[in-house]
């Protein structure tokens, strides 16, 4: 869930997923979430770290 920046609409679901390795190894992998505001329609991102 995340909230739309520009009307504060929380969005339950994102329309995309996907996650991103680091170049180094150790480094954490980042679960990259695109959203779409039902209200405005703005889409925004959020980026996650994933253990
Ligand atoms: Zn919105």
Redesign the pocket.
């Known amino acids: 869930m995340a909230k739309?920046p520009?009307?504060?609409?929380e969005v339950e679901k994102p329309i995309k997923e996907w996650e991103i390795q680091p170049k180094r190894k150790k480094g954490p992998r980042v679960r990259i979430s695109l959203f779409e505001?039902p209200?405005?329609k703005?889409r925004f991102r959020t980026a996650t770290r994933v253990a």
């Open positions: 739309c520009k009307c504060g609409t505001c209200n405005c703005t």
